[in-house]
Nanobody
Framework: QVQLVQSGGGFVQAGGSLTLSCAAS????????MGWYRQAPGKQRELVAT???????NYADSVKGRFTISRDNAKNTVSLQMNSLKAEDTAVYYC???????????WGQGTQVTVSS
């Protein structure tokens, strides 16, 4: 069993900032990467940012320069600092962990981020 507990999110005006946090627990013996995805209404879930154990990061083009992902490998936590938020960032954000040799996906419960223009 893998548990991912998210916190943060909410409502903010355009140009504002929010921070999302996620803590992983349970059978997390071989985390390969942690990160964030999002899903807006009527759209597919998309990658926002991920960070591997080696520190390699990957950001969606739409958030580069505005969002920053950070990890604490010892605590199995991941955070997403979101600055200069835009209305198009409005979505449900999901914490994601990739585990094991197959890099299996595990998901948090999701948290709503709403940016008002």
């Amino acid at each position: 069993q893998v548990q991912l507990v998210q916190s943060g999110g909410g409502f903010v005006q355009a140009g504002g900032s929010l921070t999302l946090s996620c803590a992983a627990s349970g059978s997390i013996f071989s985390i390969n990467a942690m990160g964030w995805y999002r899903q807006a209404p009527g759209k597919q879930r998309e990658l926002v940012a991920t960070k591997t154990n080696s520190g390699s990061t990957n950001y969606a083009d739409s958030v580069k320069g505005r969002f920053t992902i950070s990890r604490d490998n010892a605590k199995n936590t991941v955070s997403l600092q979101m600055n200069s938020l835009k209305a198009e960032d409005t979505a449900v954000y999901y914490c994601n962990v990739r585990l094991g040799s197959n890099w299996n996906h595990y998901w948090g419960q999701g948290t709503q981020v709403t940016v008002s223009s």
